[in-house]
């Protein structure tokens, strides 16, 4: 089973990439913020965790607001970095985890905590930034990531009492996992600061030293807190940290705290901080068969409906390439150059040779169980002219003819537009 070793709290400043980047490890304005993370570094060396569950929030970097959700967690094998206007940070891709992934994403959901998930995306400095400090990545990292974005720039968001409850179903959903891993939790963002308007700035060094007590020895009081409570005292930005929140509520009711630095250069305190569970304080865990079973309910036995493929995050992962590629049919210029010549595309996208295959013979059910989603063979039965009638009738093995015999009606329809000839078969 897995097993939770400890958490670690951790500004995401910029700062802290910057001065990794620019080896100001001897500089004596930047060296006490490689001083402070030498013990966090030194206890995930000892620790070695296989994961860590990596909780930030992006900056408008990778998520902006034409969808914006307030977790949204990742479930890719890969996870880049991000570029933030400058060009990408010279570091490793991550390695994820997609099996904790999906297993922590079956456990909340049916913990009815509300997740979006997120694929090919990379990861700003909320992520990069403590990192590349906290873990070696010459020539690689040394382990895996599972990571969950909050979603604090926009109003409303999660509450701290929200983000406590999460962390205590995700260390459910952590113990639960049948693999034999270590995993570390990592929170991340604040102190306290402000970044815009004429309280940009704005430090509360006081602040930051009462809510670093209340989280070690009484995190419950901080969940009584609003947002505006936290803005008033820590700034709008510096309400981040209510992410901590998360990763101190996977860890017993009672914690050792084992290190904590704090040093405010510049715009943003950069604190780290270190935690493991005082065992004592633990309840008796739930049988883990148990709870698999348990939050297992709303699926089991779906899987034996004869000629169904629910569309599963294994499914996603695996036929993301090729669901991402039909549904670009929906942009016009595109379409135009699938039309005209599909196979630059299929090079440009990297389809395989199976891929590319699948979607030249327009072998829908082929196409179907290799994990697309109807609603992209839809589209791109639109695109070329035929109707879904067609490919609900491939999906059965049918004729056109066979499967309309199964209907009251004799109809033929699509989701084509205004698309001259693509709406025109009452007319043949």
């Known amino acids: 089973m897995a097993t939770l070793v400890g958490g670690i709290a951790t500004s995401h400043t910029p700062t802290i990439g910057f001065a990794v980047d620019t080896k100001k490890q001897q500089d004596p304005v930047w060296a006490p913020i490689f001083k402070d993370y030498e013990p966090v570094r030194q206890w995930l060396k000892d620790k070695a965790p296989d994961v860590l569950f990596y909780i930030y929030n992006d900056h408008v970097t990778s998520f902006f607001f034409d969808h914006y959700s307030h977790f949204a967690l990742g479930v890719d094998d890969s996870y880049p970095v991000a570029d933030e206007g400058g060009g990408p940070r010279d570091l490793p891709a991550l390695q994820g985890h997609p099996g904790l992934s999906r297993h922590i994403a079956h456990c909340l959901t049916m913990e009815e905590f509300d997740l979006s998930y997120f694929q090919k995306k990379g990861l700003d400095h909320g992520a990069f930034s403590p990192l590349s400090l906290l873990w070696p990545h010459e020539g690689g ?98 309400a981040e940290v209510i992410m901590w929140l998360i990763m101190r509520g996977a860890l017993a009711p009672k914690v050792k705290k084992l290190h904590q630095s704090y040093y405010l250069p510049s715009m943003t305190p950069i604190c780290a ?86 979607v030249r013979r327009r072998d829908w059910r082929a196409m179907m169980h290799y994990g697309v989603i109807f609603f992209m063979l839809e589209k791109l039965a639109a695109v070329i002219g035929t109707t879904n009638l067609h490919v609900y009738a491939a999906m059965r093995g049918q004729s056109l003819e066979e499967f309309q015999k199964t209907r009251n009606a004799q109809v033929l329809y699509s989701v084509a537009g205004k698309d001259e000839g693509k709406i025109n078969w009452d007319k043949k």
């Open 273 to 358: 901080v270190i935690y493991e569970d005082d065992p004592a304080s633990l309840p008796a865990p739930a049988a883990a068969g148990e709870y698999r079973k348990r939050v297992s309910r709303e699926l089991a036995g779906i899987e034996k409906l004869e000629g169904s493929y629910p569309f599963t995050l294994d499914r996603s992962l695996k036929a993301y390439r090729l669901n991402e590629f039909l549904h670009r049919l929906i942009e016009p210029g595109f379409r135009k150059r699938f039309l005209d010549d599909p196979e630059p595309l299929y090079t440009e996208a990297g389809l395989t040779g199976e891929e590319q295959d699948l």
């Open 141 to 238: 990292w040394p382990g895996a990531i599972v990571p969950l974005q909050v979603g604090v720039l926009v109003f409303p968001g999660p509450t701290a009492r929200r983000c406590f409850k999460l962390g205590q179903a995700l260390r459910r959903a952590i113990e639960s996992y049948e693999e034999d891993i270590r995993v570390a939790i990592v929170g991340t963002g604040g102190l306290s600061h402000q970044v815009h308007g004429e309280r940009c700035g704005f430090n509360n060094t006081p602040w930051d030293m009462e809510f670093l007590d209340l989280l070690e020895k009484d995190p419950e009081q901080l969940t009584k807190l609003t947002i505006a409570q936290y803005a008033e005292r820590g700034g709008v930005e510096g």
